[in-house]
């Protein structure tokens, strides 16, 4: 049973939708601050894209077939993570192409380090990126101006949604562990890619984002118990912080517990799959304004699954 009930979407989306001037104005001023117009958001899209295609051409460059079947990763995973790696390239030369027929500049491939070290890791990792991908494209469709991009960037996120859950089923991680996907904004992702990008090309004009801070988790579990807690470093300047944990459509807003510089949050009970979390100062939301530290990447363990602690 999926941790969402119909009265709780209700409620949620009630919520949501009580300020709707509001959110318009803030979305307005967030895409003035920035410039966001359709080909900044292609080039993003793009950035990501680069990203991806890097990932699976150094992976399926450093791990053969049976480096993945000792993995346990029977065939025809190898193939099929060859037509996922296929499938990004196709979208690097969309993506380019389209900017050049706007006539706008596409940026260039940047660097990248991954730190993963076998065929295992490699592919957690690769749910990781497939998952980010999602939620990328799914936060970026609202300011989206021009339909023929929409539809392209719905028709890109369906297919990077089908690699998640392909990927995420052959890790024996539900493959779709929610009722809704998580959007995630441009800075919250651009954070996120940050993490493995190690330099952008010479002449390229910089994308109008910006990284948080990181969180910085103790502990950390490739795979965190429901209902569980996440421990984090984090300077206390004794002011109010709170968490907020992203997994499906509205984030979940909770009081962290501080002692020193070592935090500690518990897991609210709708987080399950792949979640973000990030540290806000605001207890109501986790805006670009707000939030102070993150995103982190988290898997959640379904309420039935049993998970090792530390």
Known sequence: MRPASLLTIALASGLSMAAPTHEKEM????????????????????????????FYREGLANYTQADFIAAGFEDPFYENLKEVARDEETHVEFLS??????GAKPVSEATYSFPSTDAKSFVTLSSVLEGVGVSAYLGAAASIMEKGYLTAAASILSVESRHSSYIRSALDQLPFPTP???????????????????GFAPGDAALPFKAFPPLMLTCPKAVYPANGTVNFMHKNTNAPTFAAFFSGLVPTIVPVHMNGDQGMVMIPANVTGQAYVVLT??????????????????????????????
């Open 180 to 198: 809704f996907d998580t959007p995630l904004d441009f800075n919250s992702v651009f954070s996120l890619a940050a993490m493995f990008i190690t």
């Open 27 to 54: 979305k307005e001023k967030k895409e003035k601050e920035y410039s966001i117009d359709d080909a900044t958001i292609l080039n993003y899209a793009l950035t990501l894209e680069f990203l991806e295609r890097k």
């Open 97 to 102: 192409s389209a900017l050049v027929a706007a």
């Open 281 to 310: 100062k605001d207890a109501a939301s986790a805006t670009d304004e707000t939030i102070i530290a993150g995103p982190a990447v988290l898997e959640v363990a379904p309420v039935e699954h049993e998970v090792s602690t530390c």
